[in-house]
């Protein structure tokens, strides 16, 4: 049964599949790294590795706020690799169930959403990350 | 006896940490170090002005521009850092040195390529040190950006 992990990164209701998320962190540290794809703002150390974390936003870079420190990020498992996901606030887990499978099987684009609890939830395909150079948590 | 090729030199730029090997590094310019401003525009957009380093003109390159640190805080008065070129010495401002490190007190990670803007970025890796995220380049990564403007 699909679960889903519910958060918000800068306001936009997000979600991704539990099972491709490793560990939450908190109050993570993250570094700026320079000349990035638009995709990515720089990385977070985890276990000894250096993490790649996604860009909240397209607007994240070159209008102040690249030193925005995520209260969470979630470490997750892509094809490419791990990757860090910056996080304001984590709403919830789904119960087993609670998603259906119809739902989850049209997630293969950039701006499909799920309802729940009455509020539509980003579905985020990590997948798409090498895809669309401007990919970003809140799309 | 030390040896130059285990040593890495640990400097600031606009809030971000860089690591270079010592092997690079010609010389470390003190303050009030003069600096001759060209005249008009320069050829080479990156380039500040030059110096003289032992009767060699040598260029000064903004490495926060290269790295696009718009953060704007480098200090005009930091120390110069004159490294090796290909074809010549090249010098960059930077706003303080933090030390020089041997190299096995890192963790140098190799970044994946799919992360870079670009082929032409002029770093590969980052290295960890103190719990702190530095960006590694060599001499021969950056005189390359120079010269390709």
Redesign the interface.
Known sequence: MMRLILFETLAVPCSISLDKVLHVLTSPQLFILPLLRPSFVGAVVYQGQVIPMLAGNASEKGEGTVNRQPAFCLICEAEFGSVAIPADKIVRITEAGEVSSKIMSGCDSRDETCEIDDRDYRLLDLNQVLDDSDFTVCG | MVDADRLRIVFRVNG?TFVMPVADLLAIRGVGEDVLTPQGQSCESLQLGSLTYRETNTRLYDLAAL????DGSLCEEGPLLVFAGSDSPWAVRVDQVDGVVDVARF?F?P??T????DEF???SQ?A?YE???L?SADSRQIDQAWHRG
């Open positions: 971000v790295f696009e640190l718009e963790e990670h970044l994946p799919y992360l870079f803007r970025v002029p770093y980052v960890l719990g702190q995220l960006i």
